[in-house]
């Protein structure tokens, strides 16, 4: 029998690539006047190969996890560059006398082109994530509440290796034009719009898939909705291209969208980088053009109120030739059973 993506062993990165990265963090470094960066367990943490130890300091000429981040600092350090996830007891434990920067302002730009063996773990993770909701698909969801077909889910996930658990979402009729809502004690019901992701870490890397289902049938005017949305997907995924400005996602996604007469009813976020970190760039609010390597969760959405939702979220790959979408996951509106 193949295993399954996330039973084999992750991608890594050789010591010719970690020795490549720590070069390029140290020339960011210079580029903006830090002298040392201080990290604790986070994105950032990971990207430089953080292990166990309580915290990371990258200088000029050390890269080491240490307990005592303080007494790692070169004589004379003016800036340091810390973790964005510190917690404001760590800041004032570590007693750094120097102007603290965050390190996002050097790492960033640096994560946004993924290496091959990076994006191949995303792959993974989004093979596991859309495992997850291909089993969700055989349960039994009529009668239960959303709450309870959450647990569920969360065991599916954990049974997948999933070693994070960042989002999941299920929520039934009227609820799923909510796009924060928690699920709780609703009952699921035949007619109900059904809205269902899963968004956790495999391997290191971060991925997320969203999909509706209806329940046993559509609600009245769900599937023309559900076609903008695809078609706003479609929109989207054909801007993510390289040498395009990321901002070009939400243009297109909106114009379509408007299109349609539900504009009023559109999400404000269209998507975000995914990668160590479940949101991290490229965004489109930015000034960021893609490149290949970045890799994108695209999530149009509509939400009605009181009434129904659709978001559809997929991770895709930008590459020199276009978009690559990293899973298999079918758009279709499903129809549940049972």
Request: glycine share 10%.
């Given at each position: 029998?193949?295993?399954?993506?996330?039973?084999?062993?992750?991608?890594?990165?050789?010591?010719?690539?970690?020795?490549?990265?720590?070069?390029?963090?140290?020339?960011?470094?210079?580029?903006?006047?830090?002298?040392?960066?201080?990290?604790?367990?986070?994105?950032?943490?990971?990207?430089?190969?953080?292990?166990?130890g309580a915290f990371l300091v990258v200088t000029r000429h050390v890269v080491a996890e240490t307990a005592d981040p303080a007494g790692m600092l070169?004589?004379?350090?003016?800036?340091?560059?810390?973790?964005?996830?510190?917690?404001?007891?760590?800041?004032?434990?570590?007693?750094?006398?120097?102007?603290?920067?965050?390190?996002?302002?050097?790492?960033?730009?640096?994560?946004?082109?993924?290496?091959?063996?990076?994006?191949?773990?995303?792959?993974?993770?989004?093979?596991?994530?859309?495992?997850?909701?291909?089993?969700?698909?055989?349960?039994?969801?009529?009668?239960?509440?959303?709450?309870?077909?959450?647990?569920?889910?969360?065991?599916?996930?954990?049974?997948?290796?999933?070693?994070?658990?960042?989002?999941?979402?299920?929520?039934?009729?009227?609820?799923?034009?909510?796009?924060?809502?928690?699920?709780g004690e609703r009952v699921i019901n035949p007619g109900d719009a059904l809205a269902v992701s899963v968004c956790g870490r495999w391997g290191g890397?971060?991925?997320?898939?969203?999909?509706?289902?209806?329940?046993?049938?559509?609600?009245?005017?769900?599937?023309?909705?559900?076609?903008?949305?695809?078609?706003?997907?479609?929109?989207?995924?054909?801007?993510?291209?390289?040498?395009?400005?990321?901002?070009?996602?939400?243009?297109?996604?909106?114009?379509?969208?408007?299109?349609?007469?539900?504009?009023?009813?559109?999400?404000?976020?269209?998507?975000?980088?995914?990668?160590?970190?479940?949101?991290?760039?490229?965004?489109?609010?930015?000034?960021?053009?893609?490149?290949?390597?970045?890799?994108?969760?695209?999530?149009?959405?509509?939400?009605?109120?009181?009434?129904?939702?659709?978001?559809?979220?997929?991770?895709?790959?930008?590459?020199?030739?276009?978009?690559?979408?990293?899973?298999?996951?079918?758009?279709?509106?499903?129809?549940?059973?049972?």
């Open positions: 029998m193949t295993p399954a993506p996330h039973d084999a062993p992750a991608p890594r990165s050789d010591g010719r690539q970690a020795a490549a990265r720590v070069a390029a963090v140290r020339a960011a470094m210079d580029e903006a006047g830090v002298d040392a960066l201080v990290l604790r367990s986070s994105p950032d943490f990971r990207f430089l190969g953080g292990g166990e070169p004589d004379g350090a003016r800036r340091v560059g810390v973790d964005p996830e510190m917690r404001v007891r760590e800041l004032f434990g570590l007693a750094i006398e120097a102007e603290l920067v965050p390190a996002s302002s050097v790492l960033w730009p640096l994560r946004l082109r993924k290496e091959p063996y990076e994006v191949e773990a995303v792959r993974r993770a989004v093979a596991a994530a859309e495992e997850v909701l291909g089993q969700a698909r055989e349960l039994a969801w009529f009668g239960a509440t959303e709450r309870a077909m959450a647990h569920r889910l969360r065991v599916l996930a954990a049974e997948s290796g999933c070693e994070e658990l960042l989002s999941l979402r299920v929520a039934a009729g009227e609820h799923s034009a909510r796009p924060a809502h928690v699920p890397y971060c991925a997320e898939v969203a999909r509706v289902f209806a329940v046993a049938e559509p609600p009245e005017d769900f599937e023309a909705m559900y076609s903008v949305v695809l078609a706003a997907h479609r929109a989207g995924l054909a801007a993510v291209r390289s040498g395009g400005h990321v901002g070009e996602v939400a243009r297109a996604v909106g114009e379509v969208i408007d299109g349609s007469g539900y504009g009023r009813f559109a999400a404000a976020h269209v998507g975000r980088g995914v990668g160590l970190g479940h949101d991290e760039g490229p965004w489109p609010g930015e000034d960021a053009v893609f490149a290949p390597g970045m890799t994108f969760c695209l999530e149009p959405a509509i939400y009605v109120p009181d009434l129904f939702g659709a978001r559809v979220a997929d991770v895709v790959v930008c590459t020199p030739d276009g978009p690559l979408p990293l899973g298999a996951y079918p758009h279709p509106l499903q129809v549940l059973e049972r």
